[in-house]
Every structure is written in structure tokens, then in C-alpha cells.
């Protein structure tokens, strides 16, 4: 495939990269075919942190979802089923904080380490009942090994599968769960907003004590919290605005992150890539504009972020052109393709996963 293949030509398997080159010795930027791309990003300024913008963004944010809690409270208190409404851009706000606390969880925002653990609790455990903790944990073993099966969390065997090898080891109904799963994933996106609380909760204990009171704390701090804005409501329409705004927020979550990773390359046990390898090959760029940036957040520029975590986010897509030359010289394969498309492909690798049980 030449390195400026918009897209992989169909869904792909447990599919292995083409061989990588030989490292010819290690650089700081985290191996030789990485560095000069890192320096090139650095002279041109890019890496430079953008508080400016984040600061704009976190207020916008913060009048946004203040705006819109007071329409809850207000239009929930005249007991109208209007109220209901509000769930999907109370979802939509919940995502674009959920973004603002993943990029602090990167150390994009501030120059500290505090500053942006702060933003982190503040986004996460706070506002989104999240933990930061758990989060970046998690997310940070993703970064590291992307698509490895025994080393990212995000393809370990849960309620789906991301291998035939992990699919034909199912019973019962997990097995049948596995046959469907494509068809299953986005009904199953709707309980994800639950279950990031839960896993949250789930993680305190293997915390330090003074981390676990601060995390525990905050997060107890925001079902209070949302309890106390869904008092306003009839109780028959508190739940059911809880449901909604859970639902909806985990399918926004879920279909801004599924395009990223899933039918693209998974190194095999054993297999040694270098850092620009091993990211660019298990990931997938969906192509931009205003619409789709906004909505996915501008994690949509995924090779690039990948390639260096820590640059701020609007600069991914300052920085595409610069990688996508990069590879090109390189021959290494840089997938971008359309959202409809990149959802296509992740259904598809999905699908394929189960093929050999609906065929037992």
C-alpha cells in the first residue's frame, strides 16, 4: 500500500504491519525513524502549549454546561416533559468536558504536573463522576502499546472481543453475545456512561490513601451533586433524564473513539517496532472538518496524537501534514479515511471476530 493510502482497502483481521525496518539505533524521540519527525514538530513551535485557547475553551465549557443544568432545573421544576430535551446537549457538554480531561490527563493544557492533575480531577471526577485515576492509568497503557493484545487494556477480553483467538475461547452467553457483537455495539454503548462510574469506583482501592480520599471525595461530591439538580424533577423524569443523558453520552464517547484503533494492525507477541511504527500502523485518522473536528473532538487526528500525546490539541491537525510527509518518505502506511467509512471498518472487524462461531 503506498504511504498515501486514504484508507485501508477493507476490513482487516488481527492484521499484522508490513514488516518494520531494522532500528538502526535509539534517539531520545523514541527511535531513529521518529526523531527528525519530533525535531521538525518542535522547530516549528508546535509543541508549544496553547493555555490561551485552553482557558477560552474551559470557560466556554463551563458557562455551557452551567446554562444548561440551570434550563434542567428551571424547566424541570414546571414538571414539562421538555425537559427530557436537554439530555442530549447535557450528553454532548459531558463529552466535550470528557475531552478537556483527557487532554490533562496528557499534560497538553498546563506546564505543571499539579495544574493539569487539578483540571483532570476537576473534568473527570467531578463533573463527570469519571476518575482521573483510573483513566489515565488505563489510558496511558493504551498509549504505550496500542493494539497489542496482553498489553492494552483496550482490546483485553470484556463484554466484546478483539481477536478470533479470544473469540473461539467464549461460552455460554458470552459466546453468543460474540457472535453479535457488531450488531450489539452501539445498544451497548448506551450503558457505557454507567459503567465508567462503576469502573472508577471499582479502581479506589488499589490507590494510595491520600489519592484514594481525594478521588473518592470527588466523585461521591458529583452523584451528590447530580442528585441534587435531578431533585427538581418529578421523580418518574429524574430517572428517565438520568437514562437518556447516560445513553447518550456513552454512544458520543463510544463512537468518537471507536474509529481510532479497531480492524487497524495488531502486533503480534513478541513483534518490536519502533515508537513511530507501532502508533502510526494501529492507528486511524478520520478526515477533518469543522463538523467532524468539533464533534470527535479533534481526536480524529489519532496517528498524530499518538506520535506525541502530549502536543495540544489544535495542533493535531497542524501537524498532519508534517507526518503524512514523514511516512511517505519512509513508506510507511498512514490510514485516513471518511467517519462513515472508519465506522464501516471498525463494524466490519467487529463482525468479522465472531465469524467462526456462527459458523460452528
Known sequence: MPASASAVPGPVLDRPAPPP?????????????????LRQVREAGLLRRRPGWYAGMI?????????????????????????????????????????IGHDAGHRQIAAGAGANRALALLHGNLLLGMGAGWWTDKHNRHHAHPNHVGKDPDVEVGALVW?????VRREGFARWLTKRQAWLFLP??????????????????????????????????????YAALLSALPPAQAVLFALLHHGLFGLHLGLSFAPNHKGMAMPEEGARWGHLRRQVLTSRNVRGNPVTDFVLGGLNYQI???????????????VRPLVREHCARLGVPYTETGLWDSYAQAFAHMHQVGAPLRRG
Open 188 to 225: 451497548m454503548l448506551l450503558l457505557e456512561g454507567f459503567a465508567l462510574k462503576v469502573a472508577s469506583f471499582r479502581d479506589l482501592p488499589r490507590m494510595p490513601w491520600r489519592e484514594r480520599l481525594v478521588e473518592g471525595g470527588l466523585l461521591v461530591a458529583h452523584l451528590a451533586a
Open 59 to 99: 470557560a466556554a465549557n463551563a458557562v455551557a454546561v452551567a446554562a444548561v443544568w440551570s434550563a434542567v432545573v428551571l424547566v424541570g421544576a414546571t414538571g414539562s416533559w421538555w425537559v427530557l430535551a436537554l439530555a442530549l446537549p447535557a450528553a454532548v457538554l459531558s463529552a466535550r468536558t470528557g475531552f
Open 304 to 318: 498524530e496524537h499518538h506520535l506525541m500525546p502530549s502536543l495540544p490539541r489544535p495542533h493535531l491537525r497542524l
Open 163 to 167: 481477536t478470533r483467538a479470544q473469540a
Open 21 to 37: 525496518l531494522p532500528d538502526r539505533g535509539r534517539e531520545r524521540g523514541g527511535g531513529s525513524e521518529f526523531a527528525p519527525l
